[in-house]
């Protein structure tokens, strides 16, 4: 049974940074795309950043409201993928969830959901 473990979200100040990580387990195989995606209160889930490839180059998207803020990178042999979320505002506040597939395009996996809050 694969699952993805979230960990690392919580409460923190505007211009504040947090480090997000999601460690899945159960799995056959790497999955080739790790991500994230968050919601906040009455929106719809959005990918925030995604990463794919696993042992050749990484390719890394992002949102444009968070680039230059935030980082994804991944740990293969862990099968690990993280979020540093620096420079953070108010309207990055969400549950943030882990995402992984062995697809480039197509989420097999959800994590848990992990509360993210921004204070002004």
């Known amino acids: 049974q694969v699952q993805l473990v979230e960990s690392g979200g919580g409460l923190v100040q505007a211009g504040g940074s947090l480090r997000l990580s999601c460690a899945a387990s159960?799995?056959?195989?790497?999955?080739?795309?790790m991500g994230w995606y968050r919601q906040a209160p009455g929106k719809q889930r959005e990918l925030v950043a995604q990463i794919t490839g696993h042992g050749r180059t990484n390719y890394a998207n992002y949102i444009d409201s968070v680039k230059g803020r935030f980082t994804i990178s991944r740990d293969n042999a862990k099968n690990t993928v993280y979020l540093q979320m620096n420079s953070l505002r108010p309207e990055d506040t969400a549950d943030y969830y882990c995402?992984?597939?062995?697809?480039?395009?197509?989420?097999?996996?959800w994590g848990q959901g992990n509360q993210v809050t921004v204070s002004s």
């Open positions: 995402a992984a597939g062995y697809e480039d395009n197509k989420v097999d996996y």
């Open positions: 159960g799995s056959r195989f790497v999955f080739n795309l």
